[in-house]
């Protein structure tokens, strides 16, 4: 994973040092400039991100190879070629947790729900948060996005994002509290 | 000992379950991703092919079969599949096949036959259901004109409504359907869309986030990205309404869920129901039986054609009803193929005619010519017959 400071100014007071190490490079880092640059330096975070929401090596490899191949199909028509590349992880996430869902209620392909992810009180609760929280979550505190790049990569609007935020640290702080 | 606050375990403690994961931008992953990306590049060709009307006739499962002047010419078979799709066979001259899309197996059928080219590689579940490139592409139902995705182009994802008058299947209808996907709605001037407000927050902060067109004398499409759904797209097909009206109805559709991921699978509740519309119950999906095949074929003289076949039951025969209805304005002729009792309708906007029936009690069938006139379409549904090629 890139891991630089980042410009983090856009952070809330007394969050900013804490919430995770951005994803993207720094201002002082060349921009990429070919989806290759994109590849090599988004492949890993982005497979992390990806893990954090499904819980699986396997599954977050698939979502992000799936995502970076539509990012390289539109590649010329992107201006923002990373946030696009993180709304397409965050959707094609998304994706694979609806098939979960419809596998488990149809009972279909019989996949047993199990998670990669080593356990602990915390990260139990974490993973019983709706889809969307979980991500606004893990892009926040993992990944260190702003509101304004999370509202972009999960579509919705920046105040939103606060709602989510505020929604989902409600509900971890219960769960956690109990 | 006081706990660590909140955000800062949060930080902590996904840092460390991201840790467990080394994934290396690796030679191997870079060659999967450009794998992906000839098969989505491959199917966008496809659809676009499909969008301009390039169709073609087409068949199929067990056994596929079409044969020109000479028996030789185009001739390819692929047997010994096991499901509920009937095995057709057509007779056309100088046709061949440009695709096979299978959802019911993983194994598609391979290989060339003079004359046919049959696409490999399309994964089972073919329709990118995050990708809202392909609600421009054609993939949606029956090529340019409605785009309302049928259970077949949406697979087990999304949701599917029709709302109509009670008893009237050839009254007022309005199908919508609300998936996934990755990108907001955007207007296409070069599909006569005009960008248009959706919803009462959208109209309050002027925010376009739908766009319109005129489909067939009466109907309308509209596609929007809902203001509370961030990741799904919505899109409806009318017919008998007035723009008005569907921009209205539109505006009152609330998720049934609003945060829920699940939205996208449960659909609206409709507030504003114009001309005592009522939202009309459709099947439930049958997972265990959910087989589809699209065939597609062109002629040399770019004429073509498209077989779906869906065995989702009623829910696929109500949904292709529907939209047919919805794109000709509501006219129809009653005929018969294979001793069934079919329906034909003609979208004379965009040169269309398609052919609607149940195969089976499971088995919808829905033909769609391109490019042909009405003799043609009388002699590819008396060309029809049940079984492979002798």
Known sequence: ?178 | MNRPRLEDELHDVLHRLASQVSAPASAEAGQSIDHRTGVLRRRRQMRYAVGGGVLAVAVVTGALALRGGEPSDVETGFTGREGSLPDLTVDLDGWRITSVDDASDTTVPSGEAPGAVIQTGVPPDFVPGGDPASIWDGEWLLGPGPEIAPPWAGGSRGSIQVFRVPGQPRGPTVVVRLDSATDTVVAQEGLGEEAVSVGERAENDGFRNGAVRQAGTNGFVLKWSPVSLGDSYAALQSWGLTEDQVLELAGGLQPRFDEAAAADETGFEATVLPKGLEEEPVAAIDVDRQERRLVTLEGSDGSGAEIRMDSRGEMAYDVFLAVLLATSGGEFEEVTVLDRPALLFENAEIGEWHVLWRHTDDVTVALTLTGVDRSTVDDVIDGLREGSAP
């Open chain 1, 1 to 178: 994973m890139s891991t630089t400071g980042g410009a983090l100014a856009a952070q809330p007071p007394g969050v900013q040092e804490r919430v995770g190490q951005r994803m993207s490079v720094d201002a002082t880092v060349e921009l990429p400039t070919t989806f290759e640059d994109v590849f090599r330096r988004q492949y890993e975070p982005m497979v992390r991100v990806a893990f954090l929401l499904l819980g699986s090596r396997a599954e977050a490899e698939d979502a992000v190879q799936d995502a970076l191949a539509r990012v390289q199909l539109r590649w010329a028509r992107l201006d923002n070629p990373e946030a696009y590349l993180r709304r397409c992880v965050v959707n094609r996430s998304y994706d694979i947790l609806r098939r979960r869902r419809l596998e488990q209620r149809f009972r279909w392909l019989q996949r047993p729900e199990t998670s990669e992810m080593q356990a602990d009180e915390l990260s139990d609760a974490l993973a019983k948060l709706p889809a969307k929280r979980r991500a606004a979550i893990v892009l926040r505190y993992y990944a260190g996005l702003s509101e304004q790049e999370i509202a972009e990569a999960l579509g919705v609007r920046p105040g939103t994002v606060k709602s989510m935020l505020h929604r989902a640290l409600a509900q971890l702080r219960e769960v956690i509290e109990r």
